[in-house]
């Protein structure tokens, strides 16, 4: 008989997808790679929508790791052009650059039990305008803290949750050159009626 052999987690491609195009005057690139471990105790995901300028282009990384109760994961992430706008100041923003740090943790009390906190820091570039006219606008930066308490028995398939219930309460300010707040209260119960 083979001596039995400790495990060490190492993270292993999972599945990559890419893609991309290109013409006269532009080229793009998309790409999408998943690692993790046997256990998926840990998984690194990418997600690249590359162009030929930096500023022009989304990436998404992110961390997981679940090996211990305190679970965390941590992501870097960047959107462009995302179209949105709001008021500022009397005038218009228009947002050009999303940057963004994050970082989230969850605890559980039990099986069904648990808390999650994190928090995110974000930097926004922009222009700011009235009607048709826009200049650009000096970055701006806000920080987001949340936190949740949430009770999960449902009892999910392949098509979605059979019985159970959900119950999600969180909180989130945003504080910084943006102020936000944002509250959840979300119950959900699944009523099996039917086999």
Request: glycine content about 10%.
């Amino acid at each position: 008989p083979t001596a039995p052999v400790a495990y060490h987690s190492k993270l292993r491609p999972e599945y990559l997808l890419f893609g991309g195009g290109a013409s006269s005057k532009d080229l793009f690139l998309m790409g999408y790679l998943g690692f993790g471990d046997m256990l998926s105790d840990r998984r690194l995901a990418v997600a690249l929508n590359i162009t030929e300028v930096f500023d022009e282009s989304d990436f998404m990384v992110s961390y997981l790791n679940r090996s211990r109760r305190l679970n965390y994961a941590v992501r870097g992430v960047q959107f462009t052009d995302d179209g949105g706008s709001f008021s500022m100041d009397g005038k218009e923003f228009e947002v050009n650059v999303e940057r963004g740090l994050g970082a989230d943790f969850s605890y559980p009390f039990d099986k069904f039990t648990r808390v999650e906190w994190g928090l995110e820091g974000w930097m926004v570039e922009g222009e700011r305008g009235e009607g048709d006219e826009r200049e650009p606008s000096e970055d701006f930066f806000y920080a987001v803290p949340f936190a949740a308490y949430v009770h999960d028995t449902s009892l999910y398939t392949y098509l979605g949750p059979l019985d159970g219930m959900r119950a999600r309460f969180s909180l989130r300010p945003a504080f910084g050159e943006l102020t936000f707040l944002t509250l959840t209260a979300d119950i959900r119960r699944y009523i099996h009626v039917t086999r």
